[in-house]
């Protein structure tokens, strides 16, 4: 059974730095499509990055040039480093993964393990 088990999060002022982890347990398959999704009460979860097979990654507009997603191979954990924080970039935060080799540029896969979520607040 896969699982995913974030951590990280907290609350951090504006212009500060979090990373988060996605720990995967019991994922067996070479391939891989893993993202990070946030998501705010009252609004559609908003892709933020992924990363495919062979390190294909993708950002949404919103924070390409701040987050950067990268994942330790060895240890099955998948990682989200947030600089330059902003308020807008307070969210609940979801790691997600699918048995692909691929992922599409628009976060508009289905995919299949969740994890629980971890809270990132930024004050201004």
């Known amino acids: 059974q896969v699982r995913l088990a974030e951590s990280g999060g907290g609350s951090v002022q504006a212009g500060g730095s979090l990373t988060l982890s996605c720990e995967t347990a019991?994922?067996?398959?070479?391939?891989?499509?893993m993202a990070w999704f946030r998501q705010v009460p009252g609004k559609e979860r908003e892709g933020v990055a992924s990363?495919?097979?062979?390190?294909?990654?993708h950002y949404s507009d919103s924070v390409k040039g701040r987050f950067t997603i990268s994942r330790d191979n060895a240890k099955n954990i998948l990682y989200l480093q947030m600089n330059n924080l902003i308020p807008q970039d307070s969210a609940m935060y979801y790691c997600?993964?699918?048995?692909?080799?691929?992922?599409?540029?628009?976060?508009?896969?289905?995919?299949?393990?969740w994890g629980q979520g971890t809270q990132v607040t930024v004050s201004s």
């Open positions: 019991g994922y067996r398959y070479n391939a891989y499509c």
């Open positions: 997600a993964a699918k048995v692909a080799a691929t992922c599409s540029e628009n976060f508009q896969d289905t995919f299949t393990y």
């Open positions: 990363m495919a097979t062979y390190a294909i990654t």
